[in-house]
């Protein structure tokens, strides 16, 4: 089986959001070789449902306070509607998706964040992920769409970061496949001047990572990207690389996109 390559891809929510640009990766995702799964964000629907339904979307540092309310919000738009929609379009494509949460199957459980100076509410740490399931979904030749959406032993629903399922789905089956993870959003790849589109830092190892992320070029939500990447390679992933969705081809190739490397 460790001879088999896995793509292990995760869609970001600005894509998904642009109904053009969503059926366009999801052309290029379908017509991607050998086996592959599917995470995503969630988008701006759900901001957008929340507020129709009169309940308030707080962020704090870009990321979503999960409030019971919230949780539900969160609930039927990932795991529904926008997951949803991914699968019955991979299906108009001829790709046998199953779309699923963390939580079906008993695929990624997380444990609900700690209180610190912030209570995130409903929002989960993944603890593990049953890579065995994953496998036999894969081996029948099902390609899971993931929602960002785990559980707990508890029994509760917990949004999720998307970025941190993929890492954690992708080392989890590093032990039964050649695990390649691709971070796929609206920008080219990790830029080294965050004003200029075309800045594009070819490749990225973890001393000018240091250098960057000091001096302040990267930052906000692509530090926590770049960490899962950099722990990704570290436990047997052998390839990471952060594209843009529409160059998903040329970034699998090595043309495209900022590689990662230890």
Known sequence: ???????????GGNII???????????KFSDLPGAKILIHGGGKVATQTASRLGIETRMVEGRRITDRA????????????VNKNIVATLQSLKTNAIGLTGADAGIIEAEKRPVKTIDYGYVGDVKSVNSAILTNFLENGLVPVIAPLTFSAAGDLLNTNADTMASAAAVALAGNFNVSLIYCFEKDGV???????????????????ATYKQSGVI?????????????????????????????????????KGTQIHL
């Open 219 to 255: 930052n906000k939500g692509m530090i926590p990207k770049l960490d899962n990447s950099f722990d990704a390679l570290a436990k047997g992933v052998g390839r990471v690389v952060i594209c843009h969705a529409k160059d998903l081809h040329a970034a699998v190739e090595g043309s």
């Open 191 to 209: 830029l080294s001047d965050p004003d200029n589109d075309e800045s594009v830092i070819s490749a990225l190892e973890p001393g000018l990572y």
């Open 1 to 11: 089986m460790k001879n088999n390559s896995l793509s292990v891809i995760k869609i």
């Open 17 to 27: 959001d642009n109904p053009e640009a969503s059926k366009n990766f999801l052309e």
């Open 70 to 81: 919230m949780l539900e919000v969160v609930t039927m738009v990932y795991g529904g509607l």
